[in-house]
Every structure is written in C-alpha cells, then in structure tokens.
C-alpha cells in the first residue's frame, strides 16, 4: 500500500489553523517512503570531499589570520577599526561553517570512519572551545526526539496553560511586552545572540524537562552542564567522552595562552574573540530559526512520532554566506532532520526527491530576509498552546500562542 503523498499537492507552509485533515495527513507520512525516493547516492559520503573542504575553509581562516595581522599597517584608527570589525565578521563566518564541518563529523555524514569522524570534529570543535563529545551526545537527544514539548534539548517553549497555572506574571511578560515594546524585545535578542549558546553548554538552558538520559528530569536538579562528565546530562557510559571534550578545549586554552605570550593579549583577543561571538551567534541563530516559526508546531507524547518531529522543521536561506561559508546547512535542515546522516554536499539533490512526497507539510521561508525573521520570529514565538477547536478528546499539536 502506497504512503506517499501526491506529488501534485504544492509546496506551502501550512497554516496555524490547520485542518483536522493536515493534522491527520501528516501521520500518513512515511520515513520509508521518503527514503526510497532519495537516490542512494546521497547517503554516500566521500571522505576526499569532507577533507577538502576541511582544508579550504582552513585556508580561509589563514589568510585572514595573516592579514589581521597587518592591520597595524593602516594610516587611520578609523581604517584599523573597520578592518578589524570586518576581520571578525568574515573570519566568524569561516568559524561557523567549520563548526558546522565538525557537525557533519558528529552525524557519521562526513566520512565512513567513525575514527577519522571523531578525530576530525573533535580537533576542529576544540579549536572553537565547543566540547564536542558532550555537544555530539545531547545533540543525538535533540534530533531523536526533535519537536517533543518534554523531551527535545534545545529553544523548547513554555506552555500558555502551565505558566497560567504557575509563572501567570512572566506570561503577562511575555505576550505584552514583546507585542509592544519592541526595544525590550531587540535587548532580549542581544542577551540571547551573545550569551545563549554558552548559557546552553553551562547550564542546559531552554532542554525540556524529560530531556535527560536514564529517566532523570530536569527540575530534580543536580549539575546539568555539558563539561561535568559526572552531571545529570551523560550516562555512565559517556563520561569519558566529556573528559576527552574537556580535554580539548584546555588543550585549545592554553594554545591562545602561549600565542597571546608572542603576540600580546590584545592582539589575540582581536584574533580570536571577535569571530568566536560570530561563530556563536550564527549557531544560534540557525538553531532557533529551524526550529522556530508560527507555523512549526510542537508535540507532547500523546501526539509525537519521530517522523512529525523532524517534519517541523522549516528550511530558510541566508544566500551566499548560507551556501558558501555555512555549507548549505539553513537551506536543507527538513531533510537534514529527517536523514542526517546525508552529507551537506547531498542535501538538495535529496530535498528535491522528498519535496513532493511531503507536500504541504514541506515548510520553508526563503523568501524572509533572515537578520529581520530572527528579530520577527523572537518577538512573536513566545509560548505555545493547545487550540480551542479540534475534536473532544483528539490529542492536538502544540501551536504558537499569539
């Protein structure tokens, strides 16, 4: 029997008032369906490929080391100023797409060795002070149970109805501030692009609370931070893996440590601090982009299947910083969700054979300018919400309140 979704149906978002027949259709997708229909090409990885491009955007970071290092040149403080502003946009723009070149690494997408896919996205993760054996356990969590109210670990919502029941002043907070004073939404923005992902890695922020391994949650407290290998985020099996991820990044420390001896503390601050906040707001941004918009719902246990979870994600586009520095990664994250274990360099082959199997429930936003859709999207996506209408007794997705 067939579980494909016509081909004819277009390709749109789907409502924030979905039907009861969306809601109902979407169950009738299935994962081996969407599988057959990707030419089994794409789910080959080149490890010459993933290496190449390893070493291009180390050139790339090279070279703009070698000509920071030349901005003492300039006649003006004004020039220098502008060069090095320009220097850590472009270089933190190389940095995010080998941040997202250590990711493939922890999907197994970047090559067939799982020795070369650590070595490689450890080494390049250390370099950016990310723990990538500790990052790579959680984010297996974020994508096994993607779209789960309880159980995903990264920008899960409040819930309208448990806040009203237990927080009703930051719900008031919430909804009016952000539909009316912008300025307090544009300082939140800040606060949430400088310090979100290292408040993540420090603290678990944003997790749901059945997010934890081993049945733990996370409101029974204990160290939840991703450089504990003994905390509540990792089991027994996994510690040594957030010690060698600690390792890394002391490793990486003491590198900036002995070059800032050379060098001078203030030049390599400017080197590497400047691009490192890029790096990080990029991620961020990316991160709570797929995963956020009016139209992605949420599910709880009643209504989650793998399948819907990775369904709600939507592909957005950034141009040419998304499909050069950041390796295509905004454009292709549905599929990305769906098989991760697809190369980037395959993505869009593999997008287009899915597309029409997904139909309406394939979402993008390519058309929105992303800077405005990040500033847009956090002023509007604040709590989600069971909708009124549905059947008696049918279970629903959890909606944006607005």
């Known amino acids: 029997m067939s579980t494909q ?31 057959q ?58 940095g995010t797409g080998i941040w997202i070149l250590a990711h493939e690494c922890g999907h197994g997408s970047f090559s067939s060795s799982k020795v070369l896919n650590d070595f490689v996205g450890w080494t390049l993760h250390s370099i950016l002070l990310v723990p990538y054996f500790s ?8 994508h096994r149970y993607t779209g789960h109210i309880e159980k995903d670990v990264v920008f899960v919502p409040e819930i309208e109805g448990k806040l009203k029941e237990g927080n009703e002043a930051l719900l008031r907070t919430l909804m009016h501030h952000a539909e009316e004073t912008p300025i ?22 944003t997790a749901g609370e059945k997010s934890l391994p081993e049945g733990k949650l996370r409101s029974q407290g204990g160290v939840q931070s991703h ?26 420390l003491s590198t900036l440590y002995l070059v800032a001896g050379q060098l001078g503390w203030g030049l390599t601050l400017l080197l590497y601090v400047g691009p490192y906040l890029w790096v990080h707001h990029w991620l961020v941004a990316i991160t709570y982009l797929h995963h956020t918009h009016p ?18 994600t939507i592909d957005r586009s950034c141009g040419f910083l998304g499909q050069h520095f950041f390796h295509d990664i905004i454009d292709h994250h549905v599929l990305h969700h769906l098989f991760p274990r697809i190369p980037f360099y395959h993505a869009e082959e593999a997008t287009r054979a899915i597309r029409p199997l997904l139909g309406s429930h394939y979402k993008e936003a390519k058309n929105e300018s992303f800077i405005k859709s990040l500033f847009v999207t956090f002023r509007n996506c604040n709590v989600v919400t069971e909708r009124a209408e549905g ?8 909606y944006w309140a607005r």
Not at 9 to 34: H, N, W
Not at 135 to 142: I, L, M, N, Q, S
Not at 301 to 312: F, Q
């Open 135 to 142: 990052w790579k356990y959680t984010h297996a969590r974020h």
């Open 391 to 398: 059947k008696p007794g049918h279970p629903q997705p959890l």
């Open 184 to 205: 307090w939404t544009l300082l939140r923005l800040v606060r949430h692009q400088l310090f979100g992902w290292q408040i993540y890695l420090l603290l678990n922020a």
């Open 37 to 94: 229909a990707i030419p089994s090409s794409c789910f080959q990885s080149s490890k010459t490929k993933s290496l190449l491009y390893v070493v291009r955007d180390i050139i790339y970071a090279g070279l703009l080391v070698y000509l920071a290092l030349h901005i003492s040149m300039l006649p003006t403080t004004s020039l220098r100023v502008l060069a090095w502003l320009l220097y850590s946009f472009v270089q933190g723009c190389v």
């Open 227 to 252: 450089f504990a290998m003994f905390g509540q985020l990792f089991s027994s099996t996994q510690r040594w893996g957030v010690l060698l991820s600690d390792v890394g990044i002391l490793l990486t």
């Open 5 to 35: 979704v016509p081909g004819s149906v277009p390709t749109k978002e789907i409502s924030v008032m979905a039907t009861e027949e969306e809601i109902d259709d979407i169950d009738q997708i299935r994962l081996g369906a969407l599988k």
């Open 295 to 312: 139209t992605v719902p949420y599910y709880t246990d009643a209504t989650w299947t793998y399948t819907k979870g990775a369904i709600s």
